[in-house]
Nanobody, 121 residues
Framework: QVQLVESGGGLVQAGGSLRLSCAASGSIFSINAMGWYRQAPGKQRELVAT???????NYTDSVKGRFTISRDNAKNTVSLQMNSLEPEDTAVYYCYAVLHRSYTESLHMHWGQGTQVTVSS
């Protein structure tokens, strides 16, 4: 079993900051990519940011320059620093990890339970 536990969501005013964290635990051999998706009411789930085990990052255009993703490979954690938040950032944020559970298993994607981020105008 693999668990991804998120923390750090909440309510913030526009222009404010929040930091999301996600810790992966359980039967993990190695983790490839980690990152964050978000889903706003009535919208499709959107990839926000991703980071590889080597530290390469990618962001969706709407958060570039405002969000920063980071990762601690030793602790199997990923974080998302969100600055200059806008009401349009309001969504449930889900962390994910693409990982091997053992040397012989193929890569699988695992998800956290989601954490609500609400930005008021």
């Amino acid at each position: 079993q693999v668990q991804l536990v998120e923390s750090g969501g909440g309510l913030v005013q526009a222009g404010g900051s929040l930091r999301l964290s996600c810790a992966a635990s359980g039967s993990i051999f190695s983790i490839n990519a980690m990152g964050w998706y978000r889903q706003a009411p009535g919208k499709q789930r959107e990839l926000v940011a991703t980071i590889t085990s080597g530290g390469h990052t990618n962001y969706t255009d709407s958060v570039k320059g405002r969000f920063t993703i980071s990762r601690d490979n030793a602790k199997n954690t990923v974080s998302l620093q969100m600055n200059s938040l806008e009401p349009e950032d309001t969504a449930v944020y889900y962390c994910y990890a693409v990982l091997h559970r053992s040397y012989t298993e193929s890569l699988h994607m695992h998800w956290g339970q989601g954490t609500q981020v609400t930005v008021s105008s």
